[in-house]
């Protein structure tokens, strides 16, 4: 059948132009259809390698499906599905075009079978998405967005030079288990994790997600971070190293969440924590362990792209997303405020809603694979994300204190969006085994058992408890109109300040130096000139022996032509 | 959390009432309650003998998330900066360049 000849990325490439030749209504009809489309195409392919082909010797698989890469496709579709609805208002042909361009290079890297595709999606995925983050069209978005190219080029970079290594020594390019053998394996590995927001290599995800356009930023969160999980599945499952890494990102960012003042920048630190859990769930490696890695990003993407759309609604309404400045929204944005809570439920984890079926997995693998001061850790983020993201976006942008900004509700295609994010965070919550059953591996687990509801439950309400507290007893930290210190400091601050220092030295330096040549020049020339008594141009010199000179240079010249 | 506004008064808005938000926190004490008390009666399967400690679950959220605002609030005395502390150093970047530009001369 020649259908399942077809990429999965090729119809969101094609859509991409169709996107730059059809306008209205007939643009909008192909951008939802190619999801729509291409999501029920990819369910009835059979697993297999499907496109073979050779280049220079080198055998490539552009495209391969199996139970892996099938999940991360489907949920995919489904985002671009959902961010394509979100953003149907939206009249702006560079980020319709990049935007098709991102998602179709994000399923062709989840389809690529061999790491040089997989390498020339990695590129794409960073070229296409930078202009979501362009097209805000402010100096300070066109700052973050540079930052945030050269950082994923260089991912890209280290992931074609480590490529080269590993077909140096395996003699060929199949994208399977990598580990952490060899310079292959680090360099690799280092690409990923640049993606993937490993901690110290996080910066770019805070920097850049809160600066691009209130359609830009849902899309962005649905994609980049997620390959780089599905590629970490593929190439480290069960690397040790992981679950260490994983367990730093589940917990350090939600300190900054805390603090921090931008909402959406609040969601783009815990997006590092929730991506904490699944690389946890990949460095225990056992088939529970990543099935909950995997289960979780699928379920990050719905509740994660909520809460971002719902920040997004927030943003496009007031123009406002600082904590500082918002307050009070339930009363003019009811529905926004209802979705975003069912949001903030999901990522919670409270039972009945997605984040509890596929983060209890981790956890629990975490348990039985004896890491317990890991789980504690996990535990400990648990409660935090719940604090920070569960209570603090909710809170801070439709309750707290009443900003005076009246506005409406946005506009329907946003509210449907959020509507159908919202309404997959409870069915899958509520009847998990759908996701279950596409999941990689079958493990027979069930999250409703009567001690992990209650566990959970307890958790989550002691934690609002203790939000509650800390509120009456004024001892919250109030949202203020701040900066926070974080790794990008070296890059924003200290490296361009030395960088500053030493030219303005070098530039002494050499001012010093020029102007002392100078000086030497302009005493040979003054040594030379005509107008000292003694310099060498100021002899007078007879027009006779002028004469003199020409003649001989002539008779030389003659007696030269006889020889 | 929220429900349905029901009138297009400004004044008439779900929380404006202070009582209305008493009553939730009740409600969020009650629960509280209730779910310490479930821990008597539900037989808890454990891994970790920290786990059969009593009402552990609730002991460990409600103290992380106290020391996890703590810590963070302390966090900020040192890094904390102005909300265009890098937006000086960003916009100033043409002119520094035109001064160099002058010493180059």
Known sequence: ?563 | MSSNQPGTDEKSYLFDNPQNVKRILKALYGICAILVILDFVIHRHTYLDIEKLFAFYAVYGFVGCVLLVLIAKWMRTFLMRDEDYYLKQESLAPESKKESAHVDD
């Open chain 1, 1 to 563: 059948m020649w259908m399942t000849e077809l990429p999965a990325f090729l119809p969101f490439f094609i859509g991409a132009f169709l996107v730059l030749m059809l306008k209205g209504v007939a643009r909008a009809a192909v951008m939802l259809a190619i999801p729509v489309l291409g999501g029920i195409h990819l369910m009835l392919i059979p697993e297999g390698l499907h496109w073979q082909t050779e280049l220079m010797g080198m055998a490539l698989t552009p495209y391969r499906v199996d139970s892996l890469s099938l999940v991360f496709g489907l949920i995919f579709h489904i985002a671009a599905f959902i961010n394509i609805v979100y953003s149907l208002h939206v009249k702006d042909t560079l980020q319709q075009f990049s935007a098709m361009i991102y998602a179709g290079s994000a399923i062709g890297a989840v389809f690529s079978g061999d790491l040089l595709s997989l390498f020339l999606f990695w590129e794409i995925l960073a070229i296409s998405s930078v202009f979501l983050i362009w097209a805000r069209r402010t100096q300070r978005a066109y700052n973050a967005g540079m930052r945030y190219l050269i950082i994923q080029v260089l991912s890209g970079v280290l992931l074609l030079v480590g490529s080269v290594f590993y077909w140096r020594t395996h003699g060929n390019l199949d994208f399977n288990g990598i580990g952490l053998e060899g310079t292959y394996g680090w360099l690799i590995f280092i690409a990923f994790g640049i993606k993937c927001a490993f901690p110290m290599l996080h910066n770019w995800l805070t920097d850049a997600y809160p600066e691009a356009t209130p359609t830009g930023t849902v899309f962005l969160s649905a994609f980049t971070t997620k390959v780089a999980v599905y590629a970490l599945a593929r190439g480290y499952p069960g690397t040790e190293l992981l679950i260490y890494i994983g367990v730093t990102m589940a917990c350090f960012p939600i300190f900054f969440a805390v603090i921090e003042n931008d909402l959406r920048r609040v969601l783009a630190y815990s997006m590092i924590n929730q991506i904490g859990f699944m690389v946890v769930g990949i460095g225990i490696g056992t088939a529970l362990a990543l099935n909950g890695a995997v289960s979780h990003a699928f379920n990050d993407i719905l509740f994660k792209g909520l809460l971002f759309m719902s920040m997004g609604a927030v943003l496009h309404m007031t123009g406002e997303i600082n904590g500082s400045k918002l307050g009070g929204l339930y009363k003019s944005m009811p529905k926004t405020t209802i979705l975003c809570i069912i949001g903030a439920a999901s990522i919670s984890a409270f039972p009945l809603f997605s984040g509890f079926v596929s983060k209890s997995m981790v956890m629990t693998a975490a348990l039985e694979e004896g890491y317990p001061v890991i789980w504690l850790l996990l535990l400990f983020s648990a409660a935090g994300v719940f604090h920070h993201a569960g209570i603090k976006i909710p809170y801070f942008a439709f309750f707290a204190h009443d900003s005076g900004i009246r506005t409406t509700e946005p506009p329907n295609n946003m509210l449907i969006a959020m509507g159908i994010a919202a309404s997959l965070c409870v069915f899958i919550g509520s009847y998990p085994w759908l996701l279950y059953s596409i999941l990689p591996y079958d493990t027979g687990y069930n999250p409703y058992d009567a001690t992990h509801v209650l566990a959970q439950t307890q958790l989550l309400f002691f934690s609002a408890l203790a939000f509650v507290w800390l509120n009456l007893k004024g001892m919250y930290p109030p949202e203020l109109p701040s900066v926070n210190l974080d790794v990008e400091w070296f890059y924003r601050r200290l490296i361009p300040d030395a960088l500053k220092v030493t030219f303005a030295r070098i530039w002494r330096i050499d001012a010093i130096i020029r102007a002392s040549f100078m000086r030497l020049l302009q005493s040979l020339l003054n040594f030379i000139s005509r107008h000292e008594p003694d310099g060498v141009l100021s002899r007078a010199h007879l027009s006779s022996s002028m004469v003199i000179w020409s003649t001989l240079i002539l008779a030389a010249f003659l007696l030269l032509s006889f020889i």
